[in-house]
């Protein structure tokens, strides 16, 4: 079945570092691809997206490009912020499937110090 | 703020017990879908509604159940509690039919099962 990997956290980094988490997926569709962001005692809120393959998503300073050839889809920022601190997923939504449920990553913590 | 609302925000409750955990979609949102996060499983998928009718079941278990209401409000039941239900439940509702757009997702119902 379908399924997505992230790399293991935590990601421990300095404000101002460049940030990567990658992401890669298995899926027989045509999935969507998502990042969403999930802050301390809250909800997950939507990062970016992106449907099609090269698609380019961004959203507050990240980035994360739809990648088939190597089925990825890396989220980046190129100047983290102590406010980024926060658990990251990954997820893929197949839109060929009649009722499409979110596939998430296992979720990677980022902690930007100061 | 995503739109989507969920009562109550913690529930604590026994073992052998039963409850219902509530959501309110986005306005014009006629699907809604149910995901549990916990320590273990990460992030799964429950099961999804569109405009009042079951779409898809994920790893939903049989003492959980779940409707959708001519409102559109859904609620999860829990019964026969366990203390491997404890978890974060959420939901997450989306313009149209499964598969054609993003998801938005509540801020969650933390369970505690004692």
């Known amino acids: 079945g379908d399924s997505v990997t992230q790399m293991e956290g935590p990601v421990t980094l300095s404000e101002e570092a460049c940030l990567t988490i990658?992401?890669?997926?298995?899926?027989?569709?045509?999935?969507?691809l998502f990042w969403y962001v999930q802050y301390p005692g809250e909800g997950l809120q939507l990062l970016l997206k992106?449907?099609?393959?090269?698609d380019k998503g961004s959203n507050k300073g990240f980035e994360a490009t739809y990648r088939k050839e190597t089925t990825s889809f890396h989220l980046e920022k190129g100047s983290v912020q102590v406010s980024d601190s926060a658990v990251y997923f990954c997820?893929?939504?197949?839109?060929?499937?009649?009722?499409?449920?979110?596939?998430f990553g296992k979720g990677t913590t980022l902690s930007v110090s100061s | 703020d995503s739109g989507v609302t969920q009562t109550p925000k913690h529930l604590i409750t026994a073992t052998g017990q039963r409850v219902t955990l509530r959501c309110s979609p986005r306005s014009g949102d006629l699907s809604v879908y149910w995901y549990q996060q916990s320590l273990d499983q990460g992030l799964q998928f429950l099961i999804q509604?569109?405009?009042?009718?079951?779409?898809a079941k994920g790893n939903i278990l049989e003492r959980f159940s779940a409707q959708q209401f001519p409102d559109l409000h859904s609620e999860l039941n829990l019964s026969s509690l366990e203390l491997g239900d404890s978890a974060l439940y959420f939901c997450?509702?989306?313009?149209?039919?499964?598969?054609?757009?993003?998801?938005?997702f509540g801020p969650g119902t933390r369970l505690t099962v004692l």
């Open positions: 990658n992401c890669t997926y298995t899926a027989t569709g045509y999935p969507s």
């Open positions: 992106a449907t099609k393959a090269d």
């Open positions: 509604y569109y405009n009042g009718e079951e779409r």
């Open positions: 997450a509702s989306s313009l149209g039919p499964p598969g054609t757009d993003t998801q938005y």
């Open positions: 997820a893929l939504s197949d839109r060929g499937q009649a009722g499409t449920a979110l596939i």
